[in-house]
């Protein structure tokens, strides 16, 4: 599996738009992009994933460039209680459904 | 629906003594991983489940460290003996099917302190 590259920490107003980068210059074709977040003292939480295509639901939407090297995973409207480490991970979609965490970006979202 | 429930939630035991988690994960899933998580680092994978067969343990430490998924629901991962090294958050995580594009599901997991 692909590795990543996140910004270790960032944060956000409360009430605005929060966007994490990530960096997968060495994805493969059928790799796909899957984004995590872990709030304190909680397991990891699924928020969403994609291919090629952009993709939107409930939580966020996740926009991925042409060349898939990165992507960029936001969060339209962020919360006090979306503040959490987000986790960018690239793994092929098959049975071995392995998740290799990587360090993760730290958000604060700001009152 | 009842996630991933995960138990204890602190366990705080002396090096050398024996310790053992348990998860139970929801109801259906086949695929059960267990996870450690240093502090101040993301979970690392230390084995997964296919119903009660272990597919991937190639990251256990199997001379200290042994897990069990009998009758392919509940599991339990097991420390003898602990050493100071061994503190970390154990997490359980679950999911359906035997591949595919699903998404896991995370237990709150189990803060061991090794002292």
């Known amino acids: 599996d692909a590795k990543t590259t996140q910004p270790t920490s960032m944060d956000c107003a409360e009430g605005r738009a929060a966007n994490l980068p990530c960096n997968h210059s060495?994805?493969?074709?059928?790799?796909?992009v899957y984004w995590y977040r872990q709030i304190h003292s909680q397991g990891p939480q699924y928020i969403i994933h994609g291919l090629k295509n952009n993709e939107t639901n409930e939580m966020a939407s996740l926009i991925i460039t042409e060349d898939r090297k990165s992507s960029t995973l936001i969060l339209p409207h962020a919360t006090l209680r979306d503040t959490a480490v987000y986790y960018c991970i690239v793994r092929v979609s098959d049975s071995s459904y392995k998740l290799i965490f990587g360090s993760g970006t730290r958000l604060l979202v700001r009152p | 629906e009842a996630g991933v429930v995960q138990s204890p939630r602190y366990k705080i035991i002396e090096k050398k003594q024996p310790v053992a988690f348990w998860c139970n994960p929801i109801?259906?899933?086949?695929?059960l991983y267990w996870y450690r998580q240093n502090l101040g680092q993301g979970p690392e994978l230390l084995i997964r489940?296919?119903?009660?067969?272990?597919?991937?343990d190639s990251q256990l430490p199997k001379d200290r460290f042994s897990a069990e998924r009998l009758k392919g629901v509940d599991s339990t991962l097991k420390i003898q003996p602990a050493e100071l090294g061994d503190s970390a958050v154990y997490l359980c995580?679950?999911?359906?099917?035997?591949?595919?594009?699903?998404?896991?599901?995370f237990g709150q997991g189990t803060r061991l302190t090794v002292v």
């Open positions: 109801s259906g899933h086949n695929t």
């Open positions: 060495t994805i493969s074709g059928n790799e796909y």
């Open positions: 489940y296919e119903n009660e067969e272990a597919v991937d």
């Open positions: 995580a679950s999911k359906t099917g035997t591949g595919g594009n699903t998404e896991a599901f």
